[in-house]
């Protein structure tokens, strides 16, 4: 069965490092979806990407979060100064007609 | 915006039935979706209802009313591998982009 896959599976940076964060959306999918859920906490959506743009953003993606789809298969986060709050679970999600988002793994980003 | 309520915590019997409840407002209104979560990973679509009325899908059931801004999934034979967070999450027209908004999830333990 397809499935979405993220790398790494967690990840420690220091403060006002750049991270870049990796998923592979289920092929032939349209609609691409970055969440997090900092932990014990609610999941909470930060950007859906459709034909290679942002369709929408929450008031969490501000000017340090960026994504890319840099060719047919990767979708990617970057979150260019990572402060101790952006510490969380990241789930990537994707989704084709159907209502159904197929969510990937999670990658648990550490800040120090 | 969004606002989504559910129980924090449930308990309840192996082989017994439980019911989360899940209100909701919100604008845009274009689904209800419930999702289950283990500890550490990531969340697994359970239902999806735009209509009210009930959906069923084996020992899972899930109810919409729309008017009352009210759902609710009720979980029957239970077993104890269902022990985990159920999220109620609302999809709201935005751009055509399917985002989801989650609530808190509810946390339900099955004991013996």
């Known amino acids: 069965e397809p499935e979405v896959t993220q790398t790494p599976s967690h990840q420690v940076t220091q403060m006002g490092q750049e991270v870049i964060l990796r998923c592979v959306p289920i092929s032939n999918h349209l609609y691409f979806y970055w969440y997090r859920q900092i932990l014990g906490q609610k999941v909470e959506f930060l950007v859906s990407?459709?034909?290679?743009?942002?369709?929408?953003k929450s008031e969490i993606f501000d000017d340090q979060f960026s994504v890319e789809r840099p060719d047919g298969s990767n979708f990617t986060l970057k979150i260019r100064s990572t402060k101790l709050e952006d510490s969380a679970m990241y789930f990537c999600?994707?989704?084709?007609?159907?209502?159904?988002?197929?969510f990937g793994p999670g990658t648990r980003l550490t800040v120090l | 915006g969004q606002n989504i309520d559910q129980p924090t915590e449930m308990t309840a019997t192996e082989g017994a039935i439980v019911q989360i409840n899940c209100t909701y407002q919100?604008?845009?209104?274009?689904?209800l979706f419930w999702y289950q979560q283990h500890a550490g990973e990531a969340p697994t679509f359970l239902s999806y209802n735009v209509l009210d009325g009930l959906e069923e899908k084996g020992r899972f059931s899930s109810f919409l009313s729309r008017s009352k801004g009210y759902s609710y999934l009720l979980l029957k034979e239970l077993q104890m591998k269902d022990s985990a967070s159920y999220l109620c999450a609302v999809r709201a027209d935005g751009k055509g982009a399917n985002n989801l908004f989650f609530g808190t999830g509810t946390r339900l333990t099955v004991i013996p």
């Open positions: 999600a994707s989704l084709m007609h159907s209502p159904e988002q197929f």
């Open positions: 990407f459709y034909n290679n743009e942002i369709s929408e």
């Open positions: 919100t604008s845009g209104f274009n689904g």
